[in-house]
Each structure stands twice: as structure tokens, then as C-alpha cells.
């Protein structure tokens, strides 16, 4: 088992940037590719990037491309994504996720969330 845990998220004003955070715990990160989701009110949880194993393979969601950025470091066990240029439609709850698959970009392990909410 993997526990996820979030952390970074805020208020915050279009044009902004946060940077979101994800701790595990129970078993090695390197073991899996990691990714971010995201639910905004009202919609269906969707993809927004994930990480292969090692860290050398990435894909983004055509929304966030070019202002996110996710990065992982196997020796802290933690994942990070990076949001510049924050806009009031990424507000949402953002959820790491373990073991993403990254061709049905369906994961196994999820954390509790964290709220991003972007004021205009």
C-alpha cells in the first residue's frame, strides 16, 4: 500500500503560481509512475499530468501545458507540480495519484486532495 499525501494548495490570483506537493509513505515512489488529477465543482475528476518511474517521461493535459510542470525526487519519496500562470478554470481539488497508468491515465493509489482556487 502507498499513502499519499497533499499539501501546497491556497488562495490565490489569476496569474499566480502555487506549487503543489505530494508525500508517501508505505512503499518506495520509484516503484511507479505519479501523476496529478484534478476535479473542478460540478465535473468528472480528470488528468492533468503524470511522471514515469525515473522521472524522464512526462504528459500534460493540453489545458495545463506549458504552465505546469511536474517533477518527482525518488529519494525524498515526494512528487511536486509546479503551476504557473494559474487561471480561475484550474481551480479545483488536486489529488496526487500512485501507480497512474499512463496510457488509460487510471491510477491505483490516491491522496485526499488539496483545494486550489483561483481568483480573477
Known amino acids: 500500500q502507498v499513502q499519499l499525501v497533499e499539501s501546497g494548495g491556497g488562495l490565490v490570483q489569476a496569474g499566480d503560481s502555487l506549487r503543489l506537493s505530494c508525500a508517501a509513505s508505505?512503499?518506495?515512489?520509484?516503484?511507479?509512475?505519479m501523476g496529478w488529477f484534478r476535479q473542478a465543482p460540478g465535473k468528472e475528476r480528470e488528468f492533468v499530468a503524470d511522471?514515469?518511474?525515473?522521472?524522464?517521461?512526462?504528459s500534460y493535459a493540453d489545458s495545463v501545458k506549458g504552465r505546469f510542470t511536474i517533477s518527482r525526487d525518488n529519494a525524498k519519496n515526494m512528487v511536486s507540480l509546479q503551476m504557473n500562470m494559474l487561471k480561475p478554470e484550474d481551480t479545483a481539488v488536486y489529488y496526487c495519484?500512485?501507480?497512474?497508468?499512463?496510457?488509460?491515465?487510471?491510477?491505483?493509489?490516491w491522496g485526499r486532495g488539496t483545494q486550489v482556487t483561483v481568483s480573477s
Open positions: 508505505g512503499r518506495a515512489l520509484s516503484n511507479y509512475n
Open positions: 495519484a500512485g501507480a497512474v497508468s499512463v496510457v488509460s491515465k487510471t491510477a491505483v493509489y
Open positions: 511522471i514515469s518511474w525515473s522521472g524522464t517521461a512526462t
